[in-house]
T-cell receptor
């Protein structure tokens, strides 16, 4: 079935260190993989995304890598800061009829310790 | 950029009553709207996909007679929680796929600001 697994569920790092969150997906036809940051009670905020024709994408301190063969993708945050503390979700697009729906991973609570 | 307006942001209702949540795409036509539910400390779970002018497609385990979805126009989709019970208390959020900046291809998914529903 449609499934996106995400690990770890919680991650605590020291300010300045790197954080890595990993996701795997089940549908080999998935072609769009966004990452969201969500603060309590707010809407998910897109921080970076990658499409299936690209293996890696970087935006300042944030990068995403995609391995289509293994069906997994990862979020890398370097030089973490306390304001990076939040819940992060990966997602994968799943073809459903004439549209693509987004299925979310289970989330990672990132705590950056000052 | 693409904006989806969701109302109300918070609602408290009595058990047994119905609540309607609206999502409007303000600067683009959303042929498809997705409805999610998020319980505390959990992920966003897709409830249904709403297509303009046709019946919504519900995910497995979601009661279509309890969560009524209407997508009457290209800019408005509504979710009505009927006969609400305390276990329906949750954060409901809509999402639409907007065109890219050129209006040619589908861009990312734009989310509404969410509705915190509390059933007492």
């Amino acid at each position: 079935g449609e499934n996106v697994e995400q690990h770890p569920s919680t991650l605590s790092v020291q300010e300045g260190d790197s954080a890595v969150i990993k996701c795997t997906y089940s549908d080999s036809a998935s072609n769009y993989f966004p990452w969201y940051k969500q603060e309590l009670g707010k809407r998910p905020q897109l921080i970076i995304d990658i499409r299936s024709n690209v293996g890696e994408k970087k935006d300042q301190r944030i990068a995403v890598t995609l391995n289509k063969t293994a069906k997994h993708f990862s979020l890398h945050i370097t030089e973490t800061q306390p304001e990076d503390s939040a819940v992060y979700f990966c997602a994968a697009s799943i073809r459903s009829g004439a549209t693509n729906k987004l299925i979310f991973g289970t989330g990672t609570l990132l705590a950056v310790q000052p | 950029g693409a904006v989806v307006s969701q109302h109300p942001s918070r609602v408290i209702c009595k058990s047994g009553t119905s609540v309607k949540i609206e999502c409007r795409s303000l600067d683009f036509q959303a042929t498809t709207m997705f409805w999610y539910r998020q319980f505390p400390k959990q992920s966003l779970m897709l409830m249904a996909t709403s297509n303009e002018g046709s019946k919504a497609t519900y995910e497995q385990g979601v009661e279509k007679d309890k969560f009524l979805i209407n997508h009457a126009s290209l800019t408005l989709s509504t979710l009505t929680v009927t006969s609400a019970h305390p276990e329906d208390s949750s954060f409901y959020i809509c999402s639409a796929r907007a065109p890219d900046f050129r209006g040619l291809l589908e861009g990312g998914y734009t989310f509404g600001s969410g509705t915190r529903l509390t059933v007492v």
